[in-house]
C-alpha cells in the first residue's frame, strides 16, 4: 500500500491542486489536520465549503482520511468542547474523518480528533481504546500535534510536546503515527520529519512555501517512507 501523508494544508488551494493529481497513484491521502485557516481573509465557513468539495473529488481517485487540526474546529459540540462540526460532515463512504476507524486489508486508520478539553480527550481514549480491539496486522493514527519526547514537536526555538499522544502511543503501541502541527520541524535544529517511540514510527512532513507541500509517501510493501521537503529530499527504510 502506498500512502501519501501530509498535513497544515491552511486552505492553500494550490496545494489542494497539487493533491487532486497526486492521489492517483496512491492507495490512500492521509490529511494530518489543519485543512483550513483561521487567519485567511476566507470566511471559515466558506472554506471548509471549499474543502469538502476537494475531499469529495479526492475520493473520487483514493481513500481519503482526513482528521480536524486546531484550526479546523468550527464551534461547541453539545459538550460545549469545541468540534471540527464541518468535517464530520464532509465524511462519508470514502472520506474518513474524526471519530473512525476503517480497516483496508490488513492495515487499520485510526483518524483521531483535535481535542478541546476533558470531554473531548476522553473520546479520543476511548476511541483509541476500542480501535485497539482485534486489530490487525499494521495500525496507523492520524492525530494533529506530535508526541512529546520527539523532535517532530521542536520548532527550533522550543518543544510544543502532546503528553497524552506519548502516553497513548506507549500504552497501545501502534505502527505508524501521522502528525503535524509543527510547520518548521523538520528543518529547525534538533526537529525531524520522523521519530521513534518505541516500536512505533511518527511522522510529521512539515509545512513549507512552494507549489507542491511537503509530504511523505509511505510504501507499507518496501517499508520505506520517501519525504519531499520542497528543498530536499529523503528517503528512509523502516526496518
Keep these: 500500500m502506498r500512502i501519501l ?24 491521502v492521509a490529511i494530518a489536520g489543519d485543512l483550513v485557516d483561521v487567519v485567511s481573509p476566507v470566511p471559515h465557513d466558506v472554506q471548509t465549503v ?22 479546523d474546529l468550527d464551534g461547541p459540540g453539545a459538550h460545549g468542547e469545541q468540534v471540527a462540526a ?81 502516553g497513548w502511543i506507549e500504552e497501545h503501541r501502534p505502527d505508524l503515527v501521522f502528525c503535524g502541527h509543527i510547520h518548521q520541524s523538520p528543518w529547525a535544529e534538533g526537529g525531524s520529519w520522523h521519530a521513534r517511540v518505541g516500536d512505533t514510527w511518527v511522522f510529521n512532513a512539515g509545512k513549507q512555501i512552494g507549489k507542491v507541500p511537503a509530504h511523505i509517501t509511505l510504501d507499507t510493501d518496501a517499508a520505506t517512507a520517501s519525504w519531499f521537503g520542497v528543498f530536499e529530499s529523503e528517503t528512509l527504510a523502516l526496518v
Design 86 to 166: 464541518w468535517l464530520q460532515r464532509a465524511g462519508g463512504a470514502a472520506v474518513h474523518v474524526d471519530g473512525r476507524s476503517v480497516d483496508v486489508g490488513d492495515t487499520r486508520f485510526t483518524v483521531c480528533p483535535w481535542w478541546d478539553g476533558p470531554v473531548t480527550r476522553e473520546e479520543v481514549a476511548a476511541q483509541l481504546a476500542a480501535a485497539a480491539v482485534d486489530r490487525p496486522a499494521r495500525w496507523v493514527w492520524l492525530y494533529h500535534a506530535p508526541p512529546a519526547g520527539t523532535p517532530l514537536c521542536h520548532d527550533g526555538r522550543r518543544d510544543f510536546p502532546d503528553h497524552d499522544l506519548a
Design 50 to 71: 471549499v474543502v469538502t468539495d476537494y475531499l469529495t473529488r479526492l475520493a473520487d481517485h483514493t481513500r481519503v482520511f482526513a482528521a480536524s487540526g486546531n484550526h
Design 5 to 28: 501523508v501530509l498535513s497544515d494544508l491552511h486552505y492553500r488551494l494550490p496545494h489542494f491542486d497539487w493533491l487532486m493529481g497526486a492521489a492517483t497513484d496512491v492507495d490512500a
